[in-house]
């Protein structure tokens, strides 16, 4: 099993470009989570889906947007990207009940 | 509201024991704990529900005290691999879809 599948591992965008942070996982989960953590800090939640179809807004969605077509994937896009963006953002899948979240690996993000 | 870890950062040497709290002015649900090493994906230690439960994981355990919404990490006897960031993450309420909001992080150095 690969688990929590992020793409890519790295990346550098220009102020004002846009780009999709995939995710994928093979866990059949049917929670979903994207966080960013910036240098020193905790992890803050972006957006979260409970399922296909659903979506809802976490702590900061601001300048993000998601969408969820199917139970594997969660993409993450950037519409137009500012400095304040700059970060590690991580992808997290969970199954049902008292479970516990499973990271991917992280997407590191500059931009410039 | 983010939970408050403390403290902030200890340094052990090899075979010491450190206690790491997270405290929520919330009514929690459930603390997760995980632990994140330099550049690397969070990982998953133990889950604590609502009831006080105590959980262990070899030389690492945790206690939830549900009156001060207070969750304890314990590590003993520690180890180098033990170094690393230790986050909880707190769950307010048993619907809330696995929505985690997590502390700041506890910065955790075992010296040989």
């Known amino acids: 099993n690969a688990g929590v599948t992020q793409t890519p591992k790295f990346r550098i965008l220009k102020i004002g470009q846009s780009m999709t942070l995939q995710c994928t996982q093979d866990?059949?989960?049917?929670?979903m989570y994207w966080y960013r953590q910036d240098p020193g800090m905790g992890l803050k939640l972006i957006y979260y889906?409970?399922?296909?179809?659903?979506?809802d807004k976490g702590e900061v969605p601001n300048g993000y947007n998601v969408s969820r077509s199917t139970t594997e994937d969660f993409p993450l896009r950037l519409e137009l990207a500012a400095p304040s963006q700059t970060s590690v953002y991580f992808c997290?899948?969970?199954?049902?009940?008292?479970?516990?979240?499973?990271f991917g690996d992280g997407t590191r993000l500059s931009i410039l | 509201q983010q939970p408050v870890q403390s403290p902030q950062a200890v340094i052990l040497r090899e075979g010491e024991d450190a206690v790491i709290n997270c405290s929520s002015s919330?009514?929690?649900?459930?603390v997760h704990w995980y632990r994140q090493k330099h550049g690397e994906a969070p990982v998953f230690l133990m889950i604590l529900l609502k009831g006080g439960e105590q959980k262990g994981h070899e030389k690492i355990s945790a206690s939830f005290n549900e009156k001060k919404q207070q969750s304890s990490l314990y590590l003993t006897a520690s180890q180098l691999s033990y170094s690393g960031t230790y986050f909880c993450g707190t769950e307010i309420g048993g619907t809330s879809y696995g929505k985690l909001t997590f502390g700041q992080g506890t910065i955790l150095t075992v010296h040989p």
């Open positions: 889906s409970v399922g296909a179809g659903i979506t």
């Open positions: 997290a899948s969970k199954g049902a009940g008292n479970q516990p979240q499973h």
């Open positions: 866990m059949n989960h049917n929670y």
């Open positions: 919330k009514a929690l649900y459930s």
